[in-house]
């Protein structure tokens, strides 16, 4: 309707309406978010024929009664031009008994010529092995246990690739290699008690929802103490001893955040335009396609695949 005629007697409201018809509209498109000097824009190319299963985008995101999740994984501009497939990857689920929620983040190393598999490989048997821990009442959760699994997994696609020759460890880097942080945040009366693991550079951080700031739960090879970047990543199915891990309890104003590189080096300390962004876009849960829309944000020389995971806790009363 007019606004103009709103309070118009019926009669003219419907002659307006004849004299001037209307035509159905469409919502703006979404453009992309431009963090400083953009990448170059253009059409994304089609991966190779048989790398079908791995979307260019992907996203996903649910809430329990006591926590909120949302993940994305985008596909950067530099695989985007070269049609190469997205090699991050991330899974999450809920366990039933318990109400916690499991994790899994990946990002396939470049230089393994099938790591987009290792990557969604890895997230999906860290995710089982969480799932059968959490069976296990009153059993702490091994992490190396989980870590192991994964790097098993990764062989087992290896010997299946070889035809059943049980095969070399550096066979099964030079497929499948990948990072991986694993974990899982369970409800406590006393807030959700968040541990996690990370073989190879992907980050974890929490977010200090009332003050905007980071704070990264893994040392980090871009935060501002950091004087030498390294780009040496040592991942599966290598699992170090000891392997890296940490806990942490969510106080209610905190969101954990679980990323590659893509996301963690623009990223930065988080004091930058980009944590400003996500600071004040993950105060709360988002939709799920706004928050892989936010996440592929362009920012000049910024064009690895990027994924996030991030899970909230909720109050009492059930908000954010």
């Known amino acids: 309707m007019n606004p103009e005629n709103a309070l118009a007697p019926a009669g003219?409201?419907?002659?307006?309406?004849?004299?001037?018809?209307?035509?159905?509209?469409?919502?703006?498109?979404?453009?992309?978010?431009?963090?400083?000097?953009?990448?170059?824009?253009?059409?994304?190319?089609?991966?190779?024929?048989?790398?079908?299963?791995?979307?260019?985008?992907?996203?996903?995101?649910?809430?329990?009664?006591?926590?909120?999740?949302?993940?994305?994984s985008v596909r950067g501009a530099k695989h985007r031009?070269?049609?190469?497939?997205?090699?991050?990857?991330?899974?999450?689920?809920?366990?039933t008994a318990t109400g916690s929620i499991v994790f899994a983040v990946a990002d396939g190393v470049s230089s393994a010529s099938s790591s987009e598999q290792g990557a969604v490989a890895a997230c999906q048997a860290?995710?089982?092995?969480?799932?059968?821990?959490?069976?296990?009442?009153?059993?702490?959760?091994?992490?190396?246990?989980?870590?192991?699994?994964?790097?098993?997994?990764?062989?087992?696609?290896?010997?299946?690739?070889?035809?059943?020759?049980?095969?070399?460890?550096?066979?099964?880097?030079?497929?499948?290699?990948?990072?991986?942080?694993?974990?899982?945040v369970r409800p406590q009366p006393v807030g959700p008690l968040v541990e996690l693991c990370r073989i190879g550079d992907s980050g974890a951080w929490t977010l200090d929802r009332s003050r905007g700031q980071f704070l990264p739960l893994f040392p980090t090879k871009t935060g501002s103490d950091v004087l030498l970047v390294s780009s040496t990543v040592t991942p599966l199915p290598h699992v170090p001893d000891p392997l890296e891990q940490t806990s942490r309890r969510l106080s209610s104003h905190e969101a954990l955040l679980i990323g590659t590189d893509g996301f963690a080096d623009p990223l930065g300390d988080g004091d930058g335009q980009v944590g400003s962004l996500f600071a004040?876009?993950?105060?709360?849960?988002?939709?799920?396609?706004?928050?892989?829309?936010?996440?592929?944000?362009?920012?000049?020389?910024f064009d690895d695949d990027r994924t996030l995971l991030t899970i909230w806790p909720t109050t009492p009363e059930g908000q954010w």
């Open 12 to 72: 003219t409201q419907k002659a307006s309406a004849q004299a001037h018809p209307t035509h159905p509209t469409h919502p703006a498109p979404w453009h992309r978010i431009v963090i400083g000097t953009p990448g170059p824009e253009f059409e994304a190319l089609p991966p190779g024929q048989y790398d079908f299963d791995f979307p260019d985008t992907e996203c996903d995101g649910w809430s329990t009664t006591e926590l909120a999740m949302r993940f994305a």
């Open 81 to 95: 031009y070269y049609r190469q497939p997205r090699q991050d990857a991330a899974r999450a689920a809920v366990h």
């Open 126 to 184: 860290a995710l089982d092995r969480l799932l059968h821990l959490l069976d296990q009442p009153g059993e702490p959760i091994d992490l190396r246990d989980v870590a192991c699994h994964a790097a098993d997994r990764l062989r087992e696609l290896t010997r299946w690739r070889l035809g059943g020759r049980d095969p070399e460890f550096s066979e099964v880097a030079g497929l499948y290699a990948t990072t991986l942080v694993a974990g899982v």
């Open 280 to 301: 004040r876009h993950l105060a709360h849960p988002p939709p799920p396609l706004w928050f892989a829309h936010l996440l592929d944000f362009s920012r000049e020389t």
